[in-house]
Structure formats: structure tokens, C-alpha cells
């Protein structure tokens, strides 16, 4: 039983304490900077077009029916997130999702 543990152990310490913090409650009326990924420069760069809550940017994410590339993409173009923060950001809202929809 000790490798389950070990297993678990390494599962968790992959993702960010946000992101598992985001993924494990509802969303509500956060700010854009509670996603994995994004901190203050990029959550400024995001509201900045409009994107100011969570919601909003997981209406994003649905509009191009989850697909990962053009999210990604979609990231980079609209606030410069690097390859790391997009990737972040996108196991976030799909993390969400697979947990509240």
C-alpha cells in the first residue's frame, strides 16, 4: 500500500496549491488571477479584454469546445502567457470542468 500513498503523493505535488484549490471548489465570482497560471500581470493584461472573472474566460474555453491547442493559443494571443502558464491555466479549467460540469 505504501506505492498508492508514494503514487498519491507525486499525483498532488504536480499541480500548484491554486490549482488544486480552484478545481476543488465552485467557481463563483472569481477574479481571473485564482486560475493556475495566471498572477497579476497576465490576470491584468486578461481584464483588460474583458476577461475579469473566471467565468468568463471558462466561457472562452467552451466557445472553442475545450480544445486544448486553440485555448492555448487563444492564452498567448490575448495576455502573452508562456507555453508553462498556458498549460497551467488550461489543466485548471479542465480540471473544473471535469469536476463541476
Known sequence: MWYLQRFDSLVMSSTSQKHRNFVQEPMGEKTVSALAGIGYVLG?????????????????????????????KWLNDTCGANAKQQEDCHQCIKGWCENFL
Not at 493584461?45 to 467565468?55: A, H, N, P, S, W
Request: charge should be positive; proline fraction near 0%; charged fraction near 40%.
Open 44 to 72: 491584468g493584461r486578461l481584464v483588460e479584454r474583458g476577461f475579469d472573472k473566471t467565468y468568463v474566460v471558462l466561457g472562452q474555453y467552451l466557445v472553442f469546445k475545450k480544445d486544448e491547442q486553440r485555448f492555448k
